[in-house]
């Protein structure tokens, strides 16, 4: 004979079992997704969503691939940015910028002269370390190849100022760095979802919340009023979603959340780099 409340207990037990059973397969699953979740994106295959867009120069799979090549992932480099798909990616971001309007070239100009710059002086360092001005194979083999090395050259060579303005690498880096800033979180904005009243912001204005944080601390007032007038000539948002092959917010958003995450790893580690050496500051 079996008591009521023994019944109970063992019905408890049973449930308690089947509960325990369903949270562990649960977390199990969870672990399996996220892990998942980070394989693929440091992986080197292109997610099946990104393709080619027919018809303009920006391609979010090429950016894609060249900040994931810029992402060391062996050795003392793993926590390193390869300096040369590094400035291959800005040159993607480049034509991003420039494919949004007269009005955006004028910054756009402005960035690309800095990634020319670091290219001209990882050359140069390249031709001091050889001892000559070889043939250019030889010296694209002993240009920077990181940013860490960069830095850590340039320390050694004495070009970096803490207290006045130069045109190191270093320096035009941070500034890139920054900028780079400014376009995650331009690019976070517009895969977020719409706020409490069902309206997305548009681009102009999280152009213009992502400079307040990125940029405008570093900007004189006249520059500041002139990122005023790119944020009011910048296309609609479904401008942006055609950039990247989608019609759709919904399209759109995993396309740039996988560019956001490469990204958001890239600046990361530039981050510590410079903040390693403090550089975040330089003038």
Not at 194 to 223: C, F, I, M, Q
Not at 237 to 250: N, S
Request: net charge positive; hydrophobic share 45%; aromatic share 8%.
């Amino acid at each position: 004979m079996v008591f009521p409340r023994k019944t109970r207990l063992r019905r408890c037990l049973k449930l308690s079992a089947i509960l325990a059973l369903l949270v562990f397969i649960s977390s199990l699953w969870l672990r399996k997704y996220l892990w998942s979740a980070i394989l693929w994106a440091g992986s080197d295959e292109d997610p099946p969503t990104i393709k080619d867009c027919p018809g303009q120069e920006f391609q979010a799979r090429l950016l894609l691939m060249y900040l994931r090549s810029s992402l060391s992932k062996s050795g003392d480099d793993e926590d390193d940015v390869l300096l040369e798909p590094y400035l291959q990616s800005w040159d993607q971001l480049l034509s991003f910028m420039n494919s949004l309007g007269t009005m955006v070239s004028f910054f756009s100009q402005k960035v690309k002269k800095k990634v020319t710059l670091v290219q001209e002086l990882s050359l140069k360092h390249a031709a001091e370390a050889d001892g000559k001005n070889n043939a250019q194979h030889s010296a694209l083999q002993k240009a920077f190849r990181s940013i860490r090395s960069m830095v850590e050259a340039e320390l050694k060579a004495g070009v970096v100022n803490f207290s006045q303005r130069t045109d190191s690498g270093c320096r035009t880096l941070l500034r890139l760095h920054r900028s780079l800033l400014w376009l995650k979180l331009m690019l976070e904005g517009l895969a977020g979802g719409p706020d409490a009243d069902g309206r997305y912001k548009t681009p102009g204005e999280l152009s213009r919340d992502a400079y307040k944080v990125a940029l405008a601390p570093y900007h004189h007032w006249v520059l500041r009023q002139a990122a005023e007038l790119v944020f009011i000539a910048l296309p609609d948002r479904q401008y942006f979603l055609q950039l990247v092959c989608a019609q759709h917010q919904e399209e759109a958003t995993p396309i740039m959340n996988i560019i956001i995450q490469a990204l958001t790893v890239v600046h990361q580690r530039t981050q510590h780099i410079l903040a390693q050496h403090n550089m975040l500051e330089l003038p």
